[in-house]
Nanobody
Framework: QVQLVESGGGSVQAGGSLRLSCAAS????????MAWFRQAPGKAREGVAG???????TYSDSVKGRFTITRDNGNDVLYLKMNDLEPDDTATYYC??????????????????????WGQGTQVTVSS
């Protein structure tokens, strides 16, 4: 079945770095746009980074310049490299697959209803 499994979360001090991974299985990975979302306690889930099948990317303003999303289409893995982490980055991070195939500009819209498959999440905690 279609599955996304995140790993790489942890606890770091402000200014530190982490790299999250998302292993995909059960579908043709390179046919779908992918994204990373996060959800902090008491807050709505928000999109932070998205990537099209051809590697074009988009970022939320809050992480632009600090986070980098990449994908390895040969090994079906999505990554999120997070540098210069801040306490406000503390959240559970989820990888997500677009509900439909294709790779137009629309697929980098972070509206949650457009994303059909979600991982279980990995916790990132940044202390000051």
């Amino acid at each position: 079945q279609v599955q996304l499994v995140e790993s790489g979360g942890g606890s770091v001090q402000a200014g530190g770095s982490l790299r999250l991974s998302c292993a995909a299985s059960g579908y043709t990975f390179n046919a779908y746009c992918m994204a990373w979302f996060r959800q902090a306690p008491g807050k709505a889930r928000e999109g932070v980074a998205g990537i099209r099948t051809g590697h074009a990317t988009t970022y939320s303003d809050s992480v632009k310049g600090r986070f980098t999303i990449t994908r390895d289409n040969g090994n079906d893995v999505l990554y999120l490299k997070m540098n210069d982490l801040e306490p406000d980055d503390t959240a559970t991070y989820y990888c997500a697959r677009r509900a439909g195939q294709g790779s137009g500009p629309w697929c980098l819209d972070f509206s949650p209803e457009g994303w059909g498959v979600w991982g279980q999440g990995t916790q990132v905690t940044v202390s000051s």
